[in-house]
């Protein structure tokens, strides 16, 4: 055997038709020869558990008296035309439109702050719906669907 390959080079490429060959390795399609050379995900989930670990969160932060008093007398007219919405459409009142509201708020992120260890973590959202449930005893909102402690809201204001 030659170690520099200068018998083969030069050479056509040998062509096996319906030979022994050729029935026992068949000709592979182009679209299953190149699945051969995807790219792959080597140690599955190693990706994404990068991308959380690069994650950005902060912590929540603190508001001054006069912007948690600015918030509450919001949440109270949101309560009061919530309540009236509420009278309203089980009476069958065809104008009733439900109360529409923007709302910043901090979403804690459980996962970041397991990683970080540091603290409560998480993110600014800011959220433009409306408001389909008011609960004052457990002191939240749900506005389209996702559930607003009072606790975490920043900034709230009712749309007209």
Do not use: C
Request: net charge positive; hydrophobic share 35%.
């Amino acid at each position: 055997m030659n170690p520099n390959y200068s018998d083969i080079i030069g050479r056509e490429r040998p062509v096996h038709k319906n030979d022994g060959f050729d029935i026992r390795h068949p000709k592979m399609r182009r679209q299953l020869r190149a699945k051969q050379f995807a790219p792959f995900d080597a140690l599955a989930g190693f990706q994404e558990t990068v991308e959380e670990h690069q994650a950005v969160t902060v912590r929540p932060k603190l508001l001054s008296e006069g912007e948690r008093e600015g918030i509450n007398e919001t949440l109270l007219q949101i309560q009061e035309r919530f309540l009236a919405w509420k009278r309203d459409r089980k009476r069958g009142v065809p104008e009733n439109t439900p109360v529409r509201v923007s709302v910043t708020f901090f979403r804690r992120d459980k996962r970041q702050e397991a990683i970080h260890a540091d603290g409560i973590r998480g993110n600014t959202v800011r959220l433009d719906g409306d408001v389909t449930a008011f609960d004052a005893v457990s002191q939240a909102l749900r506005v389209s669907g996702v559930l607003v402690p009072f606790s975490d809201i920043y900034e709230i204001g009712i749309e007209l």
